[in-house]
Nanobody, 114 residues
């Protein structure tokens, strides 16, 4: 059973930065796609950034130029570097991994507030 464990969330002031980590229990090379999604209160879960096995990336328009997704295959970890954070980035951030099945982590809270 694949496990994804997110970490790195917290409280940050507007304009600040955070780096989220998603550690997988097995090799992330087994996944076709990994990504970060977020869900704010009262809203649907939305894609933030995805990265393929070949490291092709895609971002939501709202985070382009501010967030960067990356992967470290040796550490079986995917990262989300978040810069210039805004209050509207406040949400629970989830890691997702896709093979022929879909796996989700438990989520990590990111709060952007002064």
């Amino acid at each position: 059973q694949v496990q994804l464990v997110e970490s790195g969330g917290g409280l940050v002031q507007p304009g600040g930065s955070l780096r989220l980590s998603c550690a997988a229990s097995g090799s992330i090379l087994s996944f076709n796609i990994m990504g970060w999604y977020r869900q704010a209160p009262g809203r649907q879960r939305e894609m933030v950034a995805i990265i393929t096995r070949s490291s092709t990336t895609n971002y939501a328009d709202s985070v382009k130029g501010r967030f960067t997704i990356s992967r470290d295959n040796a550490k079986n970890t995917v990262y989300l570097q978040m810069n210039s954070l805004k209050p509207e980035d406040t949400a629970v951030y989830y890691c997702k991994a896709v093979t022929f099945l879909v796996y989700w982590g438990q989520g990590t809270q990111v709060t952007v507030s002064s």
